[in-house]
């Protein structure tokens, strides 16, 4: 095993409203947001986790959440310094912001990058009024449109747009539309996720009318032709970015790199070559109590050795190019050998293919890939 590049994971875990299929940890904001406190328990946590990483400077950071455009610019760019001063980074660092359209005030973008952001990533979700207010967004499709508008005149052309489809009574026309408008917005990466119905959310417990599998096939088909001709390749799951745009953070995730997660609920991975393992850390959920205990009381798990070729696996396949045999080696220690037997099967059903040196998902493999993942397990 090799230490990997190291990225940092900062979670922000308020948003205005929180939207009823959402099961992130967030939380709607309902006093004033404790902004300077956040900021100063943030740069704690990251003081009390930097040992287990020291002399490994930061190749890219995601503030993610929640919504961290509710922090403001002066406010993230403490916390910046604070990584900068305290891990070091890299020279082509990746810095990301996810940003709700309905954050943004006029100007805002240029004082995020004043700050240190790099790339930011919006929530766009669709352009459809009824969608829109069907999933509890709270704002406008203008106002998205003119968050892009702002971040173009910003320097930022690097962001992404999130689009969610599969919504309730959408049609392939109505998806394509949404994509539509979206490209002409010039995002430099898209990324589009089924609507899933997760457990605990208000839409499990009142589940909408979702299109069927052969309605939401034929809306891959055609958001997938039109990414193509307008210039974007599929690399992810749901990733799709133009050249020299795919987003770093999440592919060190996807190659099974290291991340320090702070900040309510946030999940780290940590390898240490010398001891030949890999430590997971989740820091404390509920924001008010993250805000009250000592950030040593993060919790940290070895991974067991008997669970890395599933842990790897679940990211490597979500890439189109797969992984290769060193990578593997290199992250987890182990033969590549150990996956012979338990991917035998989707490779009998053309699942996944093998190359001379590398594994990967097929087409139809990236539709199943639980049923690839499931027989690692055993
Ligand atoms: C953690 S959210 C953060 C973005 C930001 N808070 C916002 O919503 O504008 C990241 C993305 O996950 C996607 N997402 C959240 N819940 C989902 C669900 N149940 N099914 C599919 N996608 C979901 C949305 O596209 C969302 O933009
Ligand atoms: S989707 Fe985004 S804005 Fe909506 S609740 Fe989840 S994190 Fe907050």
């Known amino acids: 095993m090799i230490n990997p590049p190291l990225a940092l994971y900062a979670h922000f875990p308020w948003c205005v409203q929180k939207c009823?299929?959402?099961?992130?940890?967030?939380?709607?904001?309902?006093e004033q947001l404790p902004e300077e406190r956040y900021i100063e328990t943030l740069r704690r946590d990251l003081d009390a986790q930097a040992a287990a990483v020291e002399g490994r400077p930061l190749t890219s950071i995601f503030l993610g959440g929640g919504t961290p455009s509710l922090f403001s610019p002066n406010a993230i760019g403490r916390l910046l310094e604070h990584a900068r001063a305290r891990l070091g980074f890299v020279d082509s660092i990746e810095i990301t912001l996810e940003a709700n359209p309905g954050t943004i005030e006029r100007g805002r973008f240029a004082e995020y990058r004043a700050a240190g952001v790099t790339r930011v990533s919006l929530g766009a979700q669709s352009f459809d009024p009824r969608q829109l207010q069907r999933l509890g967004r709270i704002h406008s499709a203008d106002e998205t449109r003119i968050a892009a508008e702002e971040l173009h005149a910003a320097g930022l052309a690097n962001f992404n747009l999130d689009l969610m489809y599969?919504?309730?009574?959408?049609?392939p026309a109505d998806a394509e539309s949404d994509l539509r408008i979206a490209l002409a917005l010039e995002p430099a990466h898209v990324s589009q996720y089924h609507l899933t119905i997760?457990?605990?959310t208000v839409f499990a417990a009142a589940p909408p009318t979702q299109p069927t599998d052969?309605?939401?096939?034929?809306?891959?088909?055609r958001s997938l032709r039109l990414l193509v001709d307008a210039g974007f390749e599929?690399?992810?799951?749901?990733?799709?970015?133009?050249?020299?745009?795919?987003?770093?953070h999440n592919l060190n995730y996807w190659t099974f790199g290291d991340y320090l997660g702070i900040g309510a609920g946030a999940h780290g991975k940590i390898s240490d070559a010398?001891?030949?393992i890999i430590v997971r850390t989740q820091q404390t959920r509920e924001p008010r109590r993250y805000l009250a205990v000592d950030p040593e009381a993060l919790v940290r798990k070895p991974v067991a050795v008997r669970d890395l070729p599933f842990e790897f696996a679940m990211n490597g396949f979500r890439l189109v190019e797969g992984f290769s045999?060193?990578?593997?080696?290199?992250?987890t220690g182990l033969a590549v050998s150990v996956l012979d037997r338990g991917l035998a099967p989707a490779l009998a059903k053309a699942l996944v293919t093998r190359g001379r040196d590398t594994w990967r998902a097929t087409p139809q493999g990236f539709r199943f890939l639980n049923d690839i993942l499931v027989a690692l397990l055993d």
Do not use: H, I
């Open 20 to 30: 009823p299929y959402c099961d992130f940890n967030s939380y709607t904001l309902k």
């Open 166 to 171: 599969a919504l309730p009574g959408q049609t």
């Open 198 to 200: 997760e457990p605990g």
């Open 214 to 221: 052969e309605v939401v096939d034929e809306m891959l088909d």
């Open 234 to 248: 599929q690399y992810e799951v749901s990733g799709y970015a133009r050249a020299g745009t795919r987003c770093a």
């Open 274 to 276: 010398s001891r030949q």
């Open 325 to 331: 045999d060193q990578q593997f080696e290199s992250r």
